[in-house]
């Protein structure tokens, strides 16, 4: 009876992020960079800032959702999230140009970061033990990249068919609904009885990933990959409008073949070679990562874009997988919130800091230089990597990375934002 809670349970979160995601996936894509480099025309430098408004913000809601999540448990610091962010998706239908789109994106990195640190942290909480964590954890990241699928191609049909404010009222009602599945998981979270200031609890979850070897080599080399993703947060919609000469929809499609792509790379995790299924793995899966990112912007041609975006996809879907994996696995019980929230955090600060550079490269190099560049630091980080991963992997775990069983089993459940 306890392992059918187990996957009832299981069932709920997956589908809650599912379609949660889907909205997010939509309403960032299509809806917010529809508007901002179709609707409104933005410059580099326009879309650099509003990208970087989001993440300060988003790093704000992830310092504050951490501890939360390790005081109240993920159900409910989700739930109450989902909430608040329906009135924020909204009000995108509101702005009348760049200045107030910048202002909202702010809101929705400081609301949506808590749905985001919440969703990472629910794994650990649905298993008995470690031996459970990585098919949880294929499951879950299985949903979010399915959600990559139909999230922007629902977002380009909208687009299409009614209008670009459509894909928020869709992004609203997506939350709605995960806040009702939500609510009919049964997950305990034991609260500690020793309770500090939250700046105390923050501090030692900071502390415990920087002094522990297996946690900090993660953390930092998902922080690299982000790096060398950050320029594409302020040129990927140009990539599209001003080198393939494309409309706003087309980003929606080539996202959602990205989406299939996260997909099978999450199932084909199951495959991933067992003397790989650690830190040296998981430097060479962000290896693949740096160069998957040549294939999708290293032409002019849109056939190739799509593929590139499938395969680009699959090893990204994989390389998620095992880093959230080796964190949780090296995150104790009571701290499991606020490492994943130090994780999301290293995630928006790697996708911040770019930004600052992204405009001034784009201008002197391309859009499309720019973009090819960002890839290549990313391999190169990871490659230099190497020998750190070899220590790491020398380093006991506090639970344990089990080899096989990745979306395995009789009992399968069914089925990046909000």
């Known amino acids: 009876m306890a392992g059918e809670h187990a996957e009832r349970d299981l069932r709920l979160v997956v589908a809650a992020r599912f379609i949660s995601r889907a909205g997010g996936e939509a309403a960032f894509f299509v809806g917010v960079w529809g508007k901002a480099a179709y609707d409104f025309h933005a410059t580099p430098s326009q879309i650099a800032l509003l990208m970087a408004t989001m993440a300060v913000c988003s790093i704000a809601g992830t310092v504050a959702s951490g501890v939360l999540v390790d005081r109240y448990g993920p159900k409910r610091v989700l739930a109450v999230s989902e909430a608040f962010f329906v009135p924020v998706a909204l009000s995108f239908v509101l702005p009348g140009g760049m200045g107030q789109l910048t202002l909202l994106a702010g809101l929705l990195g400081l609301f949506g970061a808590p749905v985001l640190t919440a969703a990472a942290s629910f794994a650990p909480f649905l298993v008995a033990s470690g031996s459970g964590l990585d098919r949880v954890n294929a499951w879950i990241e299985g949903a979010t990249s399915l959600s990559f699928v139909v999230g922007p191609a629902i977002g380009a049909v909208l687009v299409q068919t009614i209008s670009i404010d459509w894909v928020f009222v869709f992004d609203a009602l997506t939350s709605v609904v995960a806040v009702a599945l939500?609510?009919?998981?049964?997950?305990?979270?034991?609260?500690?009885?020793?309770?500090?200031?939250?700046?105390?609890?923050?501090?030692?979850?900071?502390?415990?990933?920087?002094?522990?070897?297996?946690?900090?080599?993660?953390?930092?080399?998902?922080?690299?990959?982000?790096?060398g993703f950050g320029a594409f947060g302020a040129l990927e919609p140009l990539f599209y409008r001003d080198v393939l000469r494309t409309g706003v929809a087309t980003i929606g499609w080539v996202n959602a073949l990205f989406g299939l792509g996260l997909v099978a790379g999450a199932g084909l995790t199951r495959l991933w070679p067992d003397r790989l299924r650690n830190a040296k793995g998981l430097a060479v899966a962000c290896i693949a990562v740096g160069f998957g990112a040549l294939l999708y912007v290293g032409t002019h041609v849109l056939p190739i874009v799509a593929v590139g975006a499938l395969v680009w996809g699959a090893i990204i879907g994989l390389t998620d997988v095992l880093l959230r994996v080796l964190v949780q696995s090296a995150s104790p019980d009571d701290m499991v919130g606020r490492i994943a929230g130090v994780t999301e955090m290293h995630r928006q600060a790697g996708e911040l800091l770019p930004l600052a550079v992204a405009p001034a490269l784009a201008a002197a190099?391309?859009?499309?230089?720019?973009?090819?560049?960002?890839?290549?630091?990313?391999a190169l980080l990871a490659l230099l990597s190497l020998p750190e991963a070899v220590a790491v992997d020398r380093t006991p775990r506090v639970r344990e990375v089990r080899a096989g069983g990745l979306l395995d089993g009789s009992d399968e459940p069914v089925s990046p934002n909000p």
Request: charged share 20%.
């Open 182 to 227: 939500i609510s009919g998981v049964k997950v305990e979270h034991q609260r500690s009885e020793r309770r500090s200031r939250a700046w105390e609890e923050l501090k030692a979850g900071l502390r415990y990933a920087y002094s522990h070897r297996s946690v900090r080599y993660p953390v930092l080399l998902g922080t690299a990959t982000w790096l």
């Open 365 to 378: 190099l391309g859009v499309q230089a720019t973009l090819v560049g960002g890839g290549l630091v990313l």
